[in-house]
């Protein structure tokens, strides 16, 4: 193996080394390096070194934004579904936009911070920022196992930092606010049935009639459905394994299933449309097709503005119901279980700042000690 110098202009130099392709052939890689001489002829023995002890990494030619986009399109897929992918996918433009025309093997650590600064200042949120490192921190730990760059940017500095935020409930007062305001509209059983349950805005559109059993008094959280680009839905599994799960209901959230099960009956006569399949879901248009998830999201958030609750969301139902939980001594297992996170820990995370209980360390250790 060799290799040689040539100084292009003071203190920038040429490192040309002399590598074997997989043919046997001969060909050159051309290394820029700035300094002085003498730390130029390091560098080249340490290239010289990598190659010859099999750790030689050739500079990638491609952009930041060829080999983003590549990834979008070659590995997103096989790592997330669709509506992921398609988030992965604004996330990276927060990237290239800025460097995209940067050679991969050239990004640093200072590179991505710059990124990062950039976005505080134009006002995005810490956990969009994370998101976005998270990211590239998952690409270029790829392109080192691909062998496609010599150095994780991501490694040379700390992922930004996201300040704990308290999920938004409703507080008990306000929730016959929020009731009356959907009362008579079809937001009606949608809003009991998340404030009764705790279910994703998903699972809510995603459930059949036959997944529940309203004598019981239960249902069946078997999927779930997401809207992704041009408004297309698609039905998959739940987020995790215990997302399968079932959910006990009040008599107050049977009753108005009931009522809602009854209404849409009477609408499907009027229609003409005759008694509903046994897979029929239980939020649907009159045609029976299934419910877009953002629209009527939208729509309860304007019907919560209107009422004087801005800050409710489908979304602050499924919190609402923990909460709810959580003050009457529930314990934290049983609500995990309903809620269909992957472990407690998760529902300690996003909702331990609710719950209270009497320190007696003290009073119990003192007993076992015989006092």
């Known amino acids: 193996?060799?290799?040689?110098?040539?100084?292009?202009?003071?203190?920038?130099?040429?490192?040309?080394?002399?590598?074997?392709?997989?043919?046997?052939?001969?060909?050159?890689?051309?290394?820029?390096?700035?300094?002085?001489?003498?730390?130029?002829?390091?560098?080249?023995?340490?290239?010289i070194a990598e190659v010859d002890q099999g750790g030689y990494v050739e500079p990638?030619?491609?952009?930041?934004?060829?080999?983003?986009?590549?990834?979008?399109?070659?590995?997103?897929?096989?790592?997330?579904?669709?509506?992921?992918?398609?988030?992965?996918?604004?996330?990276?433009?927060h990237i290239?936009?800025?460097?995209?025309?940067?050679?991969?093997?050239?990004?640093r650590g200072s590179d991505l911070a710059r990124i990062y600064r950039d976005m505080g200042a134009r006002g995005l949120s810490p956990k969009t920022?994370?998101?976005?490192?998270?990211?590239?921190?998952?690409?270029?730990?790829?392109?080192?196992?691909?062998?496609d760059v010599k150095i994780d940017p991501t490694s040379q500095i700390n992922a930004p930092a996201v300040p704990p935020k308290e999920a938004a409930v409703l507080q008990t007062a306000e929730v016959p606010t929020m009731l009356a305001a959907v009362r008579s509209t079809p937001?009606?059983?949608?809003?009991?049935?998340a404030l009764g349950t705790g279910m994703r805005r998903g699972e809510l559109f995603a459930l059949r009639w036959q997944d529940v059993d309203l004598n019981a008094g239960k249902l069946e959280v078997k999927q779930s459905i997401e809207e992704v680009r041009h408004k297309a839905l698609r039905f998959k599994e739940p987020k995790s394994a215990r997302g399968r799960r079932g959910i006990s209901l009040s008599p107050g959230v049977v009753a108005a299933l009931k009522e809602h099960y009854k209404g849409q009956l009477e609408l499907r006569m009027k229609l003409g449309l005759g008694k509903p399949p046994a897979d029929a879901l239980v939020f649907a248009t009159h045609t029976g097709k299934p419910c877009s998830p953002n629209n009527i999201?939208?729509?309860?958030?304007?019907?919560?503005?209107?009422?004087?609750?801005?800050?409710?969301?489908?979304?602050?139902?499924?919190h609402t119901h923990a909460s709810l939980l959580i003050r009457e001594g529930v314990d934290i297992l049983t609500i995990s279980r309903r809620l269909g996170h992957s472990s407690a820990a998760i529902t300690l995370g996003v909702y331990g700042h609710l719950v209270s209980s009497e320190d007696r360390a003290a009073e119990i250790i003192e007993k076992a000690l015989g006092g």
């Open 1 to 47: 193996m060799k290799g040689h110098l040539r100084e292009r202009s003071p203190g920038h130099w040429s490192i040309v080394l002399d590598v074997k392709d997989s043919t046997g052939r001969r060909r050159r890689k051309w290394h820029s390096f700035k300094g002085t001489k003498r730390e130029a002829q390091r560098e080249c023995a340490r290239l």
């Open 60 to 93: 990638s030619k491609q952009s930041i934004e060829r080999y983003f986009d590549a990834w979008l399109r070659d590995w997103a897929p096989m790592r997330a579904g669709p509506k992921t992918a398609e988030r992965y996918a604004s996330l990276a433009r």
């Open 96 to 107: 290239t936009s800025a460097i995209g025309g940067m050679p991969l093997q050239q990004v």
């Open 129 to 147: 920022v994370k998101h976005v490192h998270v990211l590239a921190r998952g690409i270029f730990r790829q392109a080192m196992k691909l062998g």
């Open 187 to 193: 937001l009606y059983p949608v809003a009991i049935l």
């Open 297 to 318: 999201g939208q729509r309860f958030s304007v019907a919560m503005t209107a009422a004087g609750l801005p800050h409710v969301s489908l979304h602050t139902l499924r």
